[in-house]
Structure formats: C-alpha cells, structure tokens
C-alpha cells in the first residue's frame, strides 16, 4: 500500500481523509505548504504519492531528491504546469488530474453565454433604475439566444466541456484551434475556423486558451474591433491572453460586451480603466471550483488514488507531451 502525502491543501475534511486512510497509509502531517521544513522533509523521506492543490510549491529536483520513494502525484485544482517541473517528467512520475475545476468553470461560461444573449444583467440594471417593465414585444431582435454563433477560442479541456454543454441549445459554434483536425472537429460537433473568422463571425467569443509565451497577447485590438457590434467577449482564461488596453478601449467606444473572470493583473488596480466600462461585468475569478464543489475535487483525488494503490493506474494521466496544450 503506498504511503500518500497530501500537499498543500486539499480540503481534507474528515471523510477525504478517511476514505485515503482505506487504501494507503496517510502521512504524519497530511497537509504542507513548504517542500523545504524539516517537517515536510521527513514526510517526504517514504512518500510515494502527493496529493497536491493551489500554491502547490514546484516539485524540483531538490524536492524529489527528499522523496527517494515518490512515484505519483494527484492535483486537486487547475493546471498542473506551476508544479510538475521537467525533474518529475525526468524521474517517471506519474502524474493524474481528474481536472473536475474544468466542469464549473464551463457551467459558468455556458451561464453567461445565454444571460448576454438575452441582456439579462443589463436590462436587469435598467429596470431597477426605472421601476417599471419594458415592452417585451418591442425587444430588437438580438436579443435572445435562437441561432447565435457562439466561438471558441481553444479546444482546451474546458472549452470542449463546453461545447459538449451547449448541443442542447439552438446555437452554431465555431473552434479555433491549429492543433485540431477538421475530423476531430466534425466529431465534436462544430465548424473549425480561422482565428480572423471565429471573432468576425460571431456573437459571442469564449476564451479557453492556456497562457504561452506564443499566447500572450493572442486577443489583440484588432481581433476585437473586428467583433460584430455588441458581441460579447468571455474570458475565463487567462487575463493576458488579452490586450487588455485595447479591451478597455473597444469597450469604452461601446462596440462590444465583456464578461470578464480572468484580469491582467488579477485583480485589477483600483483605478484600471475597465472598472467604469458598464458593458463590462467583471467577477473575481470565481468560475472556477469553490464551495462545496472543493468536495467534487477531492472526491476525484481518492478516486485516482484508489485505482493506482490498486495497480490500475489513473483514469484522468497527464501527458507531458500534451502538457502544452492544457489550459
């Protein structure tokens, strides 16, 4: 049975704990923040499985040469790529996210594409100011969500999540994506376009694209002023995927909507010009797991645990030639 360390922090309720006590024999100290502590050191001595979360320290050679025995490791968050350096790659370990944050964070892309569609939040503001209803009949006719064009900027794991959550609705969903095949798109449902296309085209651009040096920058002014007027932008990626001078710009003309999750930086200075932008709903990264869907990551975690204490190996592997490609 291995010996599991979980690290740093897991949410590591009563239950979670117990159900990994099952199968391995938990460590001292189930919970570290600092690889280097003399605490952390001799939890590391017969480690062969972490259990790692946000603000996970890099697990570098340094930390590796502390864990003779490690051969695995489990993350409970987003992307792997802070933490799992080339050393863990070089050594052969195992590496599992179940990336059960993808889920929430599609939920709340796929939440925002139909509320933009039907102006919910602005029409929302204006009815308080006014204290009395619109004629609904008289709404133009953008309004709503029959037969819009949604685009997807990346065929990340989260942007796939939602295109699989939005077949139900009557919408046509365009990808951008050079590392997918006009087949594997046809499998999944959408038209694979070219990157001038997919904001040219549609009603609303959702921004799935992992933060690479060649991806910094990538939503640029023009890609923006190209955007059909009052089209929405949706970014729950990364802030610098976009230039955000020129967001901030576009928005002030009134061209288009934004709803941002992500900023550069995050989160923005007190006096960032996107604060007075109205056409701008702005929340404070939180698309991502939080509440009670921390139990869904943790419950995952056991799961990957439970399989590879059993020699079944990992049910959710990173690849670390795919490592590039993950958001």
């Known amino acids: 049975m291995p010996r599991s360390q979980v690290s740093p922090s897991t949410g590591s309720a009563p239950e979670t704990l117990a159900a990994l006590d099952a199968v391995c024999a938990l460590g001292p100290h189930p919970v570290l ?13 017969d480690a062969e499985v972490l259990i790692t979360g946000w603000g996970c320290p890099p697990v570098h050679a340094g930390v590796l040469a502390a864990a003779p025995a490690l051969r695995a490791l489990v993350h409970t968050a ?22 059960a944050n993808a889920l929430p964070v599609a939920e709340y892309t796929v939440a925002m594409i139909l509320l933009s569609g039907k102006r919910v939040l602005e029409r929302a503001r204006d009815l308080r ?10 709404a133009p006719s953008g309004v709503g969500n029959y037969g819009r064009t949604v685009g997807i900027l990346s065929a990340s794991l989260i942007g796939r ?3 699989e959550l939005l077949r139900p609705y009557d919408l046509r969903v365009l990808l951008h994506d050079p590392y997918v095949s006009d087949a594997e798109a046809a499998a999944l449902g959408v038209r694979p376009v070219s990157l001038d ?6 009603d609303v651009v959702s921004v799935h694209t992992p933060l690479l040096p060649e991806t910094t920058g990538l939503v640029s002014g023009a890609l923006l002023a190209s955007m059909r007027p009052d089209a929405v932008l949706v ?12 967001l901030a710009g576009v928005l002030r003309r009134g061209h288009i909507r934004a709803v941002l999750d992500v900023t550069d930086p995050d989160p923005l200075p007190p006096a960032h010009p996107l604060w007075d932008c109205d056409n701008a709903l702005i929340t404070p990264h ?3 797991s939080q509440g009670n869907e921390l139990r869904r990551l ?18 959710h592997p990173v690849r670390r030639e795919r490592l590039t490609f993950l958001a």
């Open 33 to 45: 923040a600092d690889f280097g502590t003399p605490q952390a050191r001799a939890a590391l001595a």
């Open 78 to 99: 987003g992307t792997v790529r802070g933490h799992v350096t080339d050393a863990c790659w070089e050594r052969g370990i195992e590496v599992s996210s179940a990336a």
């Open 129 to 138: 100011a006014a204290r009395v209803r619109d004629d609904w009949l008289a």
């Open 161 to 163: 999540r939602v295109i």
């Open 197 to 202: 296309a997919l904001f040219a085209e549609s």
């Open 235 to 246: 970014n729950t990626a990364r802030g610098a995927v976009v230039d955000q001078d020129a």
């Open 286 to 288: 939180l698309a991502g």
């Open 298 to 315: 943790a419950d995952l975690a056991v799961g990957e645990v439970v399989r590879w204490a059993a020699g079944d190996g990992f049910a």
